[in-house]
């Protein structure tokens, strides 16, 4: 019989260091463990501190330190973290101090002397050697982090983070990110652990390149030749073309059309409406001259634009992801606003053109792209929310939920429900089809914007959350189409964005969207399911 989480005695923590100076990102990860558990021993051994890298990977390392601002690994102290833990020099009491765990910060070649020493054994992060150096080397477009466990000779995942290659030159922007979002590791498995009172290594999980780059002169060298390639193709391409979001619809079985802003603006972020027998898109007008986005509508026909754009919604911050939907008879928008630190509720005045602020729903750090649904009275929020230190807000999605739309909303026990790039950032609605429910996904794996990922949504309530891929929308169509990060089925319209590489001169007229995205269709969606696992029964909406 399990024993409540209310009724348990802490965790018991030790810890292995080779120096009370550690990197920033360490000091977090402890201080978040002390929120979870106590800390009973830190064992401070001996680290060689031998610096195997070759002379070009270090000259490289240097130019790189002088471009690139990283603090995760500044050293700073962390003693005054462990006033209350015992430390053992001789490493005679911590083997007889009944830990649950013990967390290695030092060295990993330590990790086998002390794998039993623990009733979980040792947990360590494993990065790369160095890290970040093959994801530039190769240009590879996302990192894998974990936390794995030595326990009597067993090597298992315990925690996994995918994040993307944010750069394809700097080797330490990329790893700045890892670490920052690593620190909440080993708190995030001890919560999960304290809660279930058993190890649940995750299944399915990435494995590092068996080609793995290391720095050697030879690969350091490649890497100068790679890199600057790289910056030669980049500035031509800049000379010749931009980049510009555009929508794109459909109505029915029709053929998709696109909707193309003058060149001083993006669209992107499309939600459909059909009201009255009208069709209305809701989107993120973004304008170049100003840094930054409002809210506009358009009404739409078979033939094209009907009415608009119309600016709807503009604050002194920047506008995305307007999430527009119809409850009891009243029309409500949540747009991003997550300059602000919040998840705000408008309802419409007077639909479409004017919105004033309900409630705020939320306060979160950077929380964006909110996205709600009801399931048999109880509503979800899906809501990327950032980690402080972290770079791009992409890959950590947090859920919530509530008994009413208005709140108060509390967190998932598993938050983040996903921490990957390749899924986590909502994408839209999440919509019904043949009585299974799907969540769509931001990828920006291979750069912002991407792909959408349609996640089976196979577990959902208040404990646990589980999802399976089951497509990939990708920019498959047309040459000149390089991304596409929103999907929205609503009615019988259906509205994509997509990210086009225009040529600086000429004209742009890019071939219809198809390819996986006619994989949305009902009886495909149903095959796909079949070979997933078993999902939620068809539930209200």
């Given at each position: 019989?399990?024993?409540?989480?209310?009724?348990?005695?802490?965790?018991?923590?030790?810890?292995?260091?080779?120096?009370?100076?550690?990197?920033?990102?360490?000091?977090?990860?402890?201080?978040?463990?002390?929120?979870?558990?106590?800390?009973?021993?830190?064992?401070?051994?001996?680290?060689?501190?031998?610096?195997?890298?070759?002379?070009?990977?270090?000259?490289?390392?240097?130019?790189?330190?002088?471009?690139?601002?990283?603090?995760?690994?500044?050293?700073?102290?962390?003693?005054?973290?462990?006033?209350?833990?015992?430390?053992?020099?001789?490493?005679?009491?911590?083997?007889?101090?009944?830990?649950?765990?013990?967390?290695?910060?030092?060295?990993?070649?330590?990790?086998?002397?002390?794998?039993?020493?623990?009733?979980?054994?040792?947990?360590?992060?494993?990065?790369?050697?160095?890290?970040?150096?093959?994801e530039?080397?190769?240009?590879?477009?996302?990192?894998v982090?974990?936390?794995?466990s030595?326990?009597?000779?067993?090597?298992?995942?315990?925690?996994?983070?995918?994040?993307?290659?944010?750069?394809?030159?700097?080797?330490?922007?990329?790893?700045?990110?890892?670490?920052?979002?690593?620190?909440?590791?080993?708190?995030r498995?001890?919560?999960?652990?304290?809660?279930?009172?058993?190890?649940?290594?995750?299944q399915?999980?990435?494995?590092?390149?068996?080609?793995?780059?290391?720095?050697?002169?030879?690969?350091?060298?490649?890497?100068?030749?790679?890199?600057?390639?790289?910056?030669?193709?980049?500035?031509?391409?800049?000379?010749?073309?931009?980049?510009?979001?555009?929508?794109?619809?459909?109505i029915?079985?029709?053929?998709?059309?696109?909707?193309?802003?003058?060149?001083?603006?993006?669209?992107?972020?499309?939600?459909p409406?059909?009201?009255?027998?009208?069709?209305?898109?809701?989107?993120?007008?973004?304008?170049?001259?100003?840094?930054?986005?409002?809210?506009?509508?358009?009404?739409?026909?078979?033939?094209?634009?009907v009415?608009?754009p119309?600016?709807?919604?503009?604050?002194?911050c920047?506008?995305?992801?307007?999430?527009?939907?119809?409850?009891?008879?009243?029309?409500?928008?949540?747009?991003?606003?997550g300059?602000?630190?919040?998840?705000?509720?408008?309802?419409?005045?007077?639909?479409?053109?004017?919105?004033?602020?309900e409630?705020?729903?939320?306060?979160?750090?950077?929380?964006?792209?909110?996205?709600v649904?009801?399931?048999?009275?109880?509503?979800?929020m899906?809501?990327?929310?950032?980690e402080?230190?972290?770079?791009?807000?992409?890959?950590?999605?947090?859920?919530?939920?509530?008994?009413?739309?208005?709140?108060?909303?509390?967190?998932?026990?598993?938050?983040?429900?996903?921490?990957?790039?390749?899924?986590?950032?909502?994408?839209?609605?999440?919509?019904?089809?043949?009585?299974?429910?799907?969540?769509?996904?931001?990828?920006?794996?291979?750069?912002y914007?991407?792909?959408?990922?349609?996640?089976?949504?196979?577990k959902?309530?208040?404990?646990?959350?589980?999802?399976?891929?089951?497509?990939?929308?990708?920019?498959?169509?047309?040459?000149?189409i390089?991304?596409?990060?929103?999907?929205?089925?609503?009615?019988?319209?259906?509205?994509?964005?997509?990210?086009?590489?225009r040529?600086?001169?000429?004209?742009?007229?890019?071939?219809?969207?198809?390819?996986?995205?006619?994989?949305?269709a009902?009886?495909?969606?149903?095959r796909r399911?079949?070979?997933?696992?078993?999902?939620?029964?068809?539930?209200?909406?």
């Open positions: 019989m399990t024993t409540p989480a209310d009724q348990r005695t802490p965790l018991r923590i030790g810890l292995l260091i080779d120096s009370f100076t550690q990197p920033r990102w360490v000091r977090r990860a402890v201080e978040k463990i002390l929120e979870v558990a106590t800390i009973e021993i830190v064992a401070k051994v001996d680290s060689a501190g031998v610096d195997n890298r070759s002379l070009l990977y270090k000259v490289y390392d240097g130019i790189d330190r002088r471009l690139f601002k990283a603090d995760a690994l500044d050293p700073v102290g962390i003693e005054d973290l462990l006033k209350r833990a015992t430390v053992d020099h001789g490493f005679e009491q911590i083997g007889a101090a009944g830990l649950d765990v013990i967390v290695n910060f030092g060295p990993v070649e330590w990790n086998e002397k002390f794998s039993s020493a623990a009733k979980y054994g040792i947990w360590f992060y494993s990065f790369g050697d160095p890290a970040g150096f093959n530039v080397v190769n240009n590879i477009p996302v990192k982090t974990s936390l794995k030595l326990h009597d000779g067993k090597e298992s995942v315990v925690y996994q983070s995918v994040s993307p290659t944010l750069s394809r030159f700097s080797v330490r922007l990329n790893t700045n990110t890892c670490y920052w979002k690593s620190a909440a590791f080993a708190a498995a001890l919560r999960d652990l304290y809660e279930s009172e058993h190890m649940d290594q995750s399915d999980q990435e494995t590092a390149p068996t080609n793995a780059a290391t720095a050697t002169n030879a690969a350091a060298a490649g890497m100068f030749l790679k890199l600057s390639a790289r910056a030669a193709s980049r500035a031509i391409e800049k000379l010749s073309t931009f980049e510009q979001w555009v929508l794109a619809y459909r029915g079985d029709g053929e998709f059309q696109y909707l193309i802003p003058p060149v001083d603006r993006f669209w992107a972020d499309p939600f409406l059909a009201v009255d027998g009208k069709y209305y898109i809701f989107f993120e007008e973004y304008l170049n001259s100003v840094g930054r986005a409002h809210i506009s509508v358009v009404e739409v026909d078979q033939k094209g634009i009415s608009g119309t600016e709807v919604l503009k604050l002194d920047h506008l995305s992801y307007p999430f527009v939907f119809e409850w009891q008879g009243d029309y409500y928008m949540i747009p991003e606003t300059e602000r630190n919040v998840v705000e509720l408008y309802r419409a005045k007077s639909f479409p053109y004017s919105w004033e602020p409630k705020v729903l939320l306060e979160a750090n950077s929380p964006l792209d909110a996205t649904m009801e399931v048999d009275g109880t509503w979800w899906f809501v990327n929310i950032e402080e230190g972290v770079a791009v807000n992409w890959d950590e999605l947090h859920l919530y939920y509530s008994n009413s739309l208005f709140g108060p909303w509390k967190p998932h026990a598993r938050n983040p429900i996903v921490s990957d790039v390749r899924s986590a950032r909502p994408a839209g609605k999440l919509f019904w089809s043949n009585n299974v429910l799907y969540r769509p996904g931001q990828d920006s794996s291979q750069r914007g991407y792909a959408t990922t349609i996640s089976r949504i196979t959902l309530d208040r404990r646990d959350y589980l999802e399976t891929e089951v497509l990939k929308i990708r920019p498959d169509w047309d040459k000149d390089i991304g596409v990060h929103t999907v929205n089925l609503v009615s019988d319209i259906t509205v994509i964005d997509c990210l086009a590489k040529r600086r001169r000429g004209h742009f007229a890019p071939l219809s969207p198809s390819g996986s995205l006619d994989l949305l009902s009886a495909n969606m149903e399911s079949e070979t997933s696992s078993v999902g939620l029964s068809r539930m209200k909406e």
